[in-house]
């Protein structure tokens, strides 16, 4: 079983083809993909480039980097925070409110050669992050929070650098081509309550990939919850029961 997790590399098909490296280096003839979040939309694009490598797929918080999904993290959920949103905005310095100019322009500030720059841009970026996911139950500290150091500056660069250029992937293609995962058991776990991923995605991913298993956790939100994790250790450990 292999976890994916946040990108380190600038381009998503690197990865990818980093994944596969790494398991032919272990000797690997086929594993588990496990994903979150980001992580979601990494691992469905592994295994629609090598579905012969990946025996089984679980994913939580699921999220496939349509520009729809970008737009509505960055802009549509505005409505539920509309004075936080005008203040990410107003960071960012886009004449232009639409998701994509305001993401475009973090992009921009977060690779100045202005480390302070890098940072008002960085703490605006998190605080958003932050706010999004404030209203989930039993909220608490997310790697969004804390000083802006080094590692959150790299975190939130590589966020906004992906989301700018919608993660290098032609919209929607993971939902489009999830047919091609069909014998492939896969198990998508969502909180209905999560703001930053709409339980729309989950379930139109379901939908499109045959045989995949949907659990939908009332009462949780993007973060881990105690009946999320206790359905991603249920699926692992029918999976790994099969073996």
């Not at 690997?28 to 990494?42: A, H, P, V, Y």
């Not at 994913?59 to 539920?80: C, K, P």
């Not at 045989?211 to 949780?220: I, K, T």
């Amino acid at each position: 079983m292999i976890t994916l997790m946040a990108p380190r590399l600038p381009r998503a098909t690197h990865l990818v083809a980093d994944l596969e490296l790494l398991r032919a280096h272990l000797g690997i003839d086929r594993w588990l993909l496990r994903g979150g979040s980001w992580g979601c939309t990494l691992a469905l694009a592994y295994a629609l480039r090598y579905p012969h490598r990946v025996s089984e797929i679980v994913l939580s918080a699921i999220s496939t980097s349509r520009h729809r999904e970008i737009d509505w993290l960055y802009g549509g959920v505005s409505r539920f925070f509309p004075e936080e949103h005008e203040r990410f905005v107003a960071c960012a310095g886009s004449a232009n409110s639409a998701a994509s100019n305001v993401v475009a322009a973090y992009d921009r500030l977060l690779g100045h050669p202005d480390r302070d720059v890098r940072v008002r841009a960085a703490t605006a970026w998190a605080r958003w992050e932050e706010t999004v996911l404030s209203l989930e139950p039993s909220a608490g500290p997310t790697s969004f929070g804390g000083p802006v150091d080094d590692d959150l500056l790299a975190l939130v660069r590589i966020c906004a650098h992906y989301y700018a250029n919608h993660a290098w992937l032609a919209d929607g293609e993971l939902i489009r081509d999830a047919g091609r995962l069909a014998g492939i058991p896969g198990v998508l776990v969502h909180g209905r309550l999560d703001l930053s991923c709409p339980v729309a995605t989950a379930y139109e991913l379901a939908n499109a990939w045959p045989g995949a298993e949907l659990f939908v956790c009332d009462e949780s939100g993007h973060r881990s919850s105690p009946a999320k994790s206790e359905c991603v250790r249920d699926a692992l450990t029918r999976f790994a029961d099969r073996r």
